[in-house]
C-alpha cells in the first residue's frame, strides 16, 4: 500500500521543520519499505491569506479528503493576519470538519535533557495527555452586543455533548488500559464551573464502569497544573476538555526541557477522515528564518503518524534516533546547543 499524506508546512518555524520531518521519513521508510506518496501544499498559510484573502482554497476539503494523513508544520504569522483567522480558517477547519476529536499529546522527561524540575529524572515524567478536540470551550457560538458602548457585552459559549464527552472519555479509559499503571486523570472543575463540570465528571463515572481495571482520579485543573510541576511522575494518561487540554500540553513539555520536543496526534479513531499530526508548538516568529528551531516535535509527530498507520517498528527506531541524539547531540539553542534545524535533523536521519 501506498499511504497519501499532505505535507503542510505553513508559516514560520512550520516551514523550517517541516524539511526535517520528510527527510527522517524517508530515511525511515526506506529502511522498513513503506511507501509514503507525499503532496506537498502551500496553502493553509498566512501567505496564502495575503495573496488571496484566503487561508486555504474553497475545495480544501476534496483535496484533503483521499489523503490518508495529514503532516502539518504550524500557521501563524506574520502579525498582520490576526491569529483567529490563521487558525479557525485552517487547523480548526481540519479538526473540526474532519471530526479529529482525539488531541493526544505524549509527554516525556529525556535523558540528556535538563529538567526544569529540580532533581527530575527520565522515567519520572511520562504521561499523555488526551484533549478533546471539537468541542468545550472552544466554540464560536455567541457574539457582542452594544458594541463599542460602554454597555457592551460579550458571549461565548462552551458546548459539552454526551456523545462528545464519551467518545473521548473511552478512548482515554482504553488506552490507560493498554499502559503499565493502567492510571487515568479526569481533569475537572466542577467547584466553580458548576454545571458543566459535575456532568463531565458524572461521564467519566459512567463509561468508567466498562473499564474496572483502570483506577480514576479527577483532579481540578488548577491543583492539577501546580502537581504537573509538583508530582509529575503521579501521571499516566490525562483526560481533558479543549481548554484544559490545551493549557496542560504546554505546561507539561514545558517541564521536560523544551517545548520544542512535544508531539501532537489529531486522531479521528474511526478512520473515516484523515487524521492529522503536528507539533505542539507555533510559528515561532521570536525565532523564525534563522533555522534554529528544534524539528524533534515535528519528528516525532511523523513517528506518531507511522504508529497510527500501523507501522509501530518504524514509529520505535525513530524514537530510539531522537533518544541518542538528544544524548549525544547535536542540540539546537533551545537544548543548550549551538546546532542549526538541519543538523539535527540529519543527525536523527543518518542514526535511522
Ligand atoms: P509558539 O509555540 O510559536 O512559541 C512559543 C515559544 O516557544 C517561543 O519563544 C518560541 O521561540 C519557542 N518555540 C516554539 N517552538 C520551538 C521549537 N521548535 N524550537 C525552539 N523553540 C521553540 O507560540 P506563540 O508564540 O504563542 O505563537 C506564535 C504563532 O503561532 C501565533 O500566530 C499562534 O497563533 C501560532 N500557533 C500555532 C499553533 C499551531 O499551528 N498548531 C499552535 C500554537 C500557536
Ligand atoms: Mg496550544
Known amino acids: 500500500k501506498t499511504y497519501k499524506i499532505a505535507a503542510i508546512a505553513g508559516d514560520g518555524i512550520g516551514k523550517e521543520v517541516m524539511p526535517e520531518g520528510l527527510r527522517v521519513l524517508d530515511a525511515v521508510s526506506r529502511r522498513f519499505g513503506i511507501h509514503l506518496a507525499f503532496t506537498p501544499i502551500d496553502w493553509a498559510s498566512c501567505d496564502h491569506y495575503q495573496k488571496t484573502g484566503q487561508m486555504m482554497p474553497d475545495d480544501w476539503r476534496e483535496q484533503l479528503q483521499p489523503m490518508d494523513a495529514i503532516y502539518f508544520g504550524a500557521v501563524g504569522w506574520p502579525a498582520t493576519v490576526p491569529d483567529h483567522i490563521s487558525l479557525w480558517g485552517s487547523l480548526l477547519k481540519f479538526r473540526r470538519e474532519f471530526d479529529q476529536y482525539i488531541n493526544l499529546r505524549p509527554v516525556r522527561l529525556f535523558e540528556g535533557v535538563p529538567c526544569p524540575l529540580a532533581g527530575r529524572k527520565p522515567g519520572d515524567i511520562d504521561y499523555l495527555v488526551v484533549r478533546e478536540n471539537t468541542e468545550g470551550e472552544y466554540t464560536n457560538l455567541g457574539g457582542v452586543m452594544y458594541a463599542g458602548t460602554d454597555r457592551e457585552i460579550v458571549i461565548q459559549e462552551s458546548v459539552y455533548s454526551r456523545f462528545g464527552a464519551d467518545r473521548v472519555l473511552k478512548y482515554a479509559f482504553e488506552l490507560s488500559q493498554q499502559r503499565a499503571r493502567k492510571h487515568l486523570t479526569v481533569a475537572t472543575k466542577s467547584n466553580g464551573i458548576a454545571i458543566a463540570m459535575p456532568w463531565w465528571d458524572g461521564r467519566a463515572d459512567e463509561v468508567g464502569k466498562a473499564y474496572p481495571t483502570v483506577t480514576v482520579d479527577k483532579q481540578h485543573i488548577d491543583i492539577l497544573s501546580a502537581r504537573f ?118 543527525a536523527i536521519a543518518e542514526l535511522i
Open 229 to 346: 510541576v509538583l508530582q509529575p511522575d503521579r501521571f499516566d494518561v490525562v483526560v481533558a476538555s479543549n481548554l484544559f487540554g490545551d493549557i496542560l500540553s504546554d505546561l507539561g513539555p514545558a517541564t521536560t526541557g523544551t517545548i520544542g520536543l512535544a508531539p501532537s496526534a489529531n486522531l479521528n479513531p474511526e478512520r473515516k477522515f484523515p487524521s492529522l499530526f503536528e507539533p505542539v508548538h507555533g510559528s515561532a516568529p521570536d525565532i523564525a528564518g534563522r533555522n534554529i528551531a528544534n524539528p524533534v516535535a515535528m519528528i516525532w509527530s511523523g513517528a506518531l503518524m507511522l504508529q497510527f498507520l500501523g507501522h509501530t517498528d518504524a514509529h520505535d527506531a525513530i524514537l530510539r534516533a531522537i533518544e541518542r541524539t538528544l544524548i549525544e547531540g547535536p542540540r539546537t539553542p533551545d537544548l543548550g546547543g549551538t546546532a542549526t534545524t538541519t543538523d539535527m535533523g540529519r
